[in-house]
T-cell receptor
Framework: GAGVSQSPSNKVTEKGKDVELRCDPISGHTALYWYRQSLGQGLEFLIYFQGNSAPDKSGLPSDRFSAERTGGSVSTLTIQRTQQEDSAVYLC????????????FGPGTRLTVL | AQKITQTQPGMFVQEKEAVTLDCTYDTSDPSYGLFWYKQPSSGEMIFLIYQGSYDQQNATEGRYSLNFQKARKSANLVISASQLGDSAMYFCAMRVNTGNQFYFGTGTSLTVIP
């Protein structure tokens, strides 16, 4: 079966532009997570969704970051007015339920802000 | 504060030998889960093993075992009979059930030497 997919795989943008990153979770997975991984670093938890709801947005780095999920499936992470420090790999993961043991990760979107 | 600490930035092990990757955690929440993930150079995150805070037995999955010492707040990963394909970054992570946030360590780079 299909795993978690993310698009685009690579995105190069200019400072100040908005970008939208997309995540398609595994069908039937109710929980979805967004992480950011800077070069050579661990993962920074950004936000999770249970269904379409994101109960805790405190992990988002700034108010330039927002995320939504519609239909309990696809999620988009939007970064407005991108800055160079936003450059990272953005990883999406999904799990069957919120407290399920295993998260399945997508391949990530590598964002480069020039 | 919730925190995951991996103190070994890099480790080397001879093929077929066992290796222990260290992980300590800090949380005041009595209910939490501990995870280990493998990230090869290709970038994908691969779930390896899970230990719940109330689990009495140490988790095992094939060649992977988690040495869970609750009083010391450690969750070390033991890989037995190392293989060349085990060379990768290894991340320890914690999910605190209150709030459902995930916290990742900075990772340990494991190199298996033939």
């Amino acid at each position: 079966g299909a795993g978690v997919s993310q698009s685009p795989s690579n995105k190069v943008t200019e400072k100040g532009k908005d970008v939208e990153l997309r995540c398609d979770p595994i069908s039937g997975h109710t929980a979805l997570y967004w992480y950011r991984q800077s070069l050579g670093q661990g993962l920074e938890f950004l936000i999770y969704f249970q269904g379409n709801s994101a109960p805790d947005k405190s992990g988002l780095p700034s108010d330039r970051f927002s995320a939504e999920r519609t239909g309990g499936s696809v999620s988009t992470l939007t970064i407005q007015r991108t800055q160079q420090e936003d450059s990272a790999v953005y990883l999406c993961a999904s799990s069957l339920e919120l407290v399920h043991d295993e998260q399945f990760f997508g391949p990530g979107t590598r964002l480069t802000v020039l | 504060a919730q925190k995951i600490t991996q103190t070994q930035p890099g480790m080397f092990v001879q093929e077929k030998e066992a290796v222990t990757l260290d992980c300590t955690y800090d949380t005041s929440d009595p209910s939490y889960g501990l995870f280990w993930y493998k990230q090869p150079s290709s970038g994908e995150m691969i779930f390896l093993i899970y230990q719940g805070s109330y689990d009495q037995q140490n988790a095992t999955e094939g060649r992977y075992s988690l040495n869970f010492q609750k009083a010391r707040k450690s969750a070390n990963l033991v890989i037995s009979a190392s293989q060349l394909g085990d060379s990768a970054m290894y991340f320890c992570a914690m999910r605190v059930n209150t709030g459902n946030q995930f916290y990742f360590g900075t990772g340990t780079s494991l190199t298996v030497i033939p």
